[in-house]
């Protein structure tokens, strides 16, 4: 425990001698600061961190139109799809009919505006055209004007042009500068390998020249081929490099270290010797690791080590903590997982490290970054520690944090995690206080989600608000609109009974329960076919409500089609919901509806319904015409026997 918060401690020797040392100068001299640059934008951001967050308040998106503004997922992923439709499209008309832009269209020039230049000529390109190209990373058009120059370029323009179709030769990744897409893009892990004929003529012909222009090409295949998933061919090269003593550039090095999983992931011993053969080779060749490095080495060692992982990561944590390296959230990512697998002492690990990270803001130094939250929070749920929930929540909203939110599956793993531990641990009240700084505006729950709230609330020992009912119904149906059964599960916790009279809840929970059935109605008569029968037992919460709210006919209407069209719906309505049913429809002194529970009793084979049509029978408002249909429905015999036994 104590190793670990040693080696999380962010003032590492060096930054302490360096701050004694500048104590012990003489502060008789002024010195002026050196200025901070600082963007156009700066100001902007510094106030908006003095204004409150809104929570309410709708994303910037749709501020020019609020009845756009979505509230399902899928809604927002349209939007986000139709958005950089319209952008795309744009481009495409920009590109595809250049003859109608014989203008420019913006003052000063803005340069997506500018339709793409055409090259049929050899005169029409030169080499600088070619840079200018491949600084775009425009794959395809800049191939293209090489071919124009007949291949006659410099050493120097070969090698960015194969560094381009090194990393960049999947035309689709190249070009996609698509936010709100990409917002909604799942991330690829493996890309197309393509241009291979050209790849290859380039790095044959490069590797040939002077040393540093072969060195380069090798540095660059090497992580190119790593990065597109060609695991042989990267190591093969690798060894080659090896042999012919070409060095290579700590890039090229911690690629190399994540192929180490991929080629001996069945080897631990193996794949420890390669990795420390690695690292001891940096050191020697005097090539400066960075923060990759160490991320690379600790994701070597979760993926192939498993004895003894803890002491392997000491060990690589004091060297390059030594170098004066600071570490990424990746690193941390990686620190989590090494610490809390198999541990005893795994939480008090977990809550250590989020210490150390406590009111830190970061950048963006290693793909992995993103993944830290996510795990952090998930880890936190795990554990079931609401601190450590709100720590990482906090650390998450310090600075510029959020960046590290990259795709929507990211955000929607977070406060999946985020939202279930704040169930967990808290009451019904806490919970919904956080639920309403969330819902819709940061987070759309998902169905499980909403399943997990209403389990709690059915368990809950305290007494429910119907106020956080009424608004779960209301999120539910604007979020989940088709989704029948999730309804009819917030709907089936309501209590008409503990309202007060004049309450306006009951009038909407009344209306909820209304609009629910008209909307399942819709459905049957439209989509028959393809309808999904619904439980009676869930059902049997419409009538109920409207029933308890005084809209009695409603009420009957409602059960009168269930029990009739009874092929429509699952048998599931148990005996204690038929007892309720039909105490209440007595007590309301509504005997058709207490005839329609009998009726479904009957129906369904309980062993009760002599005892039911025996009340029944002995209502004094009961007619003569309900006493028949009542001795049709049960049998003479039934009620007499069951009056026998009284007598007796």
């Not at 020992?461 to 609109?481: G, K, P, V």
């Not at 209306?511 to 989509?527: F, G, L, N, P, S």
């Not at 429509?568 to 429809?585: A, C, R």
Request: proline fraction near 4%; include cysteine; charged fraction near 25%.
């Amino acid at each position: 425990m104590n190793r670990l918060r040693y080696l999380l401690d962010r003032t590492s020797c060096v930054e302490l001698k360096r701050l004694k040392s500048s104590l012990s100068v003489s502060n008789s001299k002024v010195k002026i600061p050196d200025r901070i640059q600082r963007g156009p934008t700066d100001i902007l951001k510094a106030l908006e961190r003095t204004i409150p967050k809104d929570y309410n308040n709708t994303s910037y998106l749709y501020h020019n139109d609020p009845y756009i503004c979505p509230l399902r997922k899928t809604e927002y992923r349209t939007f986000a799809l139709s958005y950089e439709a319209g952008r795309k499209a744009a481009k495409w008309i920009r590109n595809e009919h250049r003859d109608l832009f014989p203008k420019h269209l913006s003052e000063p020039e803005i340069e997506a505006f500018i339709p793409l230049p055409t090259y049929t000529d050899k005169s029409q390109v030169s080499e600088e055209i070619l840079l200018r190209v491949i600084s775009k990373h425009i794959v395809p058009d800049a191939l293209h004007i090489y071919k124009l120059l007949d291949y006659n370029v410099s050493n120097d323009t070969k090698q960015i042009l194969l560094e381009l179709l090194c990393f960049y030769n999947n035309e689709n990744n190249s070009q996609n500068n698509s936010r709100l897409e990409d917002w909604f893009t799942a991330k690829q892990d493996k890309y197309a390998w393509q241009y291979v004929t050209e790849i290859n003529e380039l790095f044959e012909f490069l590797k040939t020249q002077d040393s540093s222009t072969a060195a380069a090409a090798y540095n660059i295949m090497i992580c190119g081929l790593t990065r597109h998933s060609r695991i042989n061919e990267a190591w093969v090269l690798y060894q080659e490099c090896e042999e012919k003593d070409i060095p290579l550039n700590i890039t090229t090095y911690n690629y190399l270290l994540r192929l180490i999983p991929e080629n001996f992931n069945h080897n631990c011993e193996l794949a420890m010797k390669y990795l420390f053969d690695i690292l001891n080779t940096i050191n020697k060749k005097r090539v400066k690791p960075n923060v990759r490095t160490l991320n690379a080495a600790l994701s070597v060692v979760i993926k192939t080590q498993k004895k003894n992982n803890v002491d392997i990561t000491h060990r690589l944590l004091m060297d390059f903590k030594r170098m004066n390296i600071k570490f990424s959230l990746a690193t941390y990512y990686y620190i989590i997982v090494i610490f809390t697998q198999n541990n005893k002492n795994a939480n008090a690990n977990f809550v250590d490290i989020l210490h150390s990270l406590k009111n830190r803001s970061f950048s963006i130094e290693d793909p992995m970054d993103d993944i830290f939250f996510k795990h952090a929070m998930y880890m936190a749920s795990v554990f079931f520690d609401r601190e450590a929930g709100d720590m990482v929540h906090k650390l998450l909203l310090t600075g510029d944090n959020y960046n590290f939110i990259t795709s929507a599956g990211i955000e929607n793993n977070y406060y999946v995690s985020y939202m279930s531990l704040v169930l967990s641990t808290s009451t019904v009240d806490e919970f919904f206080e956080f639920y309403k700084k969330l819902v819709p505006n940061i987070h759309v729950p998902s169905r499980r989600i909403y399943l997990e709230i209403i389990q709690h609330l059915k368990h809950s020992s305290s007494a429910i608000s119907m106020e956080h009912l009424l608004r779960l119904w209301s999120d539910i149906h604007a979020l989940c609109y088709a989704d029948h059964p999730l309804k009819l599960e917030v709907l089936s916790l309501v209590k008409m009974d503990v309202l007060p009279a004049d309450s306006p809840l009951k009038t909407a929970f009344m209306d909820a329960a209304w609009d629910c059935w008209q909307v399942i109605q819709t459905e049957i008569k439209t989509k028959r076919e393809t309808y999904s029968p619904l439980e009676n037992s869930a059902m049997a919460c419409i009538p109920t409500i409207l029933l308890h709210g005084g809209r009695i006919k409603e009420s009957i209407k409602v059960l009168t089609y269930i029990i009739n069209e009874s092929d429509l719906f699952l048998p599931t309505m148990n005996e204690k919901q038929v007892n309720e049913l039909f105490e209440s429809y007595i007590s309301k002194e509504c005997i058709l509806g207490a005839f329609l529970i009998l009726e479904y009793s009957v129906n369904s084979g309980f062993p009760h319904i002599v005892k039911m049509a025996t009340e029944l029978h002995n209502l004094p408002q009961l007619t003569d015409a309900y006493r028949k249909e009542l001795i049709n429905l049960v049998g003479a015999e039934a009620l007499n026997s069951s009056n026998t036994k009284k007598s007796n």
